[in-house]
């Protein structure tokens, strides 16, 4: 019986390993040799592993963009089935329902049915996660979801990644206030999240950690030991979802006429916690930082941070700049 035990701890911890490191053939070939155990609560949680693995490794070659949507009704069908069994009561029971609701949302989105990736967030009740701790790889997962919301809830020109989502039903100047506050929020919160997930990610151990939603605001405004990002280090993809909503919350704020604020978002981000996959994308706001100070600040209005490590920020930055 302890063998039977060992066993299984072993291949939990292969299969938590596998989902970390994003090996998601490894993860569904685990996830079927649990499925042929023919126990009625592993068959729940190999179907989510399967799903969850068939839609990242379809998203890692086919990401969710406008031009692929056609291609993803049909490519993601079986991932589609495999999700949809795990979110009843005995999934809920084994803890993947949550897990299954997200995925289904970051799914639909890239099928661009956006008003189900909506419905599902909100059966998931995301905006109630502040209180609850996290995995490692759950972190990443509850990052898209708050970028989903936020782009499924954009009203953008249909040329953009976000193009014309969900439209207002009454198009006050209140509730469009109202509607890009929430969007920026989320995309904030997806942007920290995704900070948070590149820091752990370089802390990685065969045991993956736990982290509360509430610990954010002071876990990824850290200020980093240098200005400067890492030099030889390879950086982890982190995906067009998660791209776009790091670098949406400022661009929602210019065009809403509150610059002061967007050019705090882009420092708050450059001042997180450097990590090894962060090396293109602090360099990323950096030129856009540099572009909003160049082109929309004037001097009167310019407000320059404070702290040794800011100088040798700006500095650094102006070398660069001298580069090109």
Not at 266 to 295: G, I, K, P
């Amino acid at each position: 019986m302890s063998g039977k035990v060992i066993r299984g701890q072993r291949l939990e911890t292969e299969i938590e390993r596998s989902r970390e490191e994003s090996n998601w053939k490894k993860v569904i070939e685990l996830a079927e040799h649990l499925k042929s155990r023919n126990q009625p609560g592993l068959e729940t949680l190999a179907n989510f592993l399967i799903g969850e693995g068939k839609l990242e490794s379809y998203l890692e070659e086919n990401p969710p963009t406008e031009a692929n949507i056609s291609k993803a009704k049909t490519g993601l069908a079986e991932a589609r089935k495999y999700l949809l069994m795990c979110i009843g009561e005995p999934a809920k029971k084994l803890e993947v329902s949550l897990d299954a609701l997200l995925l289904l949302s970051k799914l639909e989105y890239a099928m661009g049915d956006y008003e189900g990736a909506l419905g599902r967030l909100s059966a998931a009740g995301l905006d109630q996660l502040t209180e609850k701790s996290l995995p490692t790889r759950s972190l990443r997962i509850v990052a898209e979801s708050y970028a989903i919301k936020g782009l499924c809830s954009a009203l953008q020109p249909r040329n953009s990644l976000c193009s014309e989502r969900i439209p207002l039903p009454n198009n006050s100047k209140y509730q469009r206030a109202e509607k890009n506050e929430k969007m920026i929020r989320c995309f904030e919160l997806a942007g920290d999240l995704t900070l948070l997930y590149l820091q752990e990610q370089d802390k990685l151990t065969s045991t993956p950690s736990t982290h509360s939603l509430q610990s954010l605001p002071t876990t990824t405004t850290t200020g980093s030991t240098s200005p400067l990002p890492p030099n030889g280090l390879e950086n982890k993809k982190i995906g067009v979802i998660l791209e776009t909503a790091l670098q949406r919350a400022p661009i929602l704020y210019m065009k809403a006429g509150q610059l002061d604020k967007a050019i705090s978002r882009y420092r708050s981000m450059l001042c997180a916690v450097e990590s090894s996959a962060t090396q293109h994308l602090r360099l990323t706001l950096a030129r856009q930082l540099a572009e909003v100070l160049l082109r929309g600040c004037s001097e009167h209005a310019y407000k320059a941070p404070t702290g040794k490590r800011w100088c040798l920020w700006h500095c650094y930055k102006l070398w660069h700049l001298a580069e090109y």
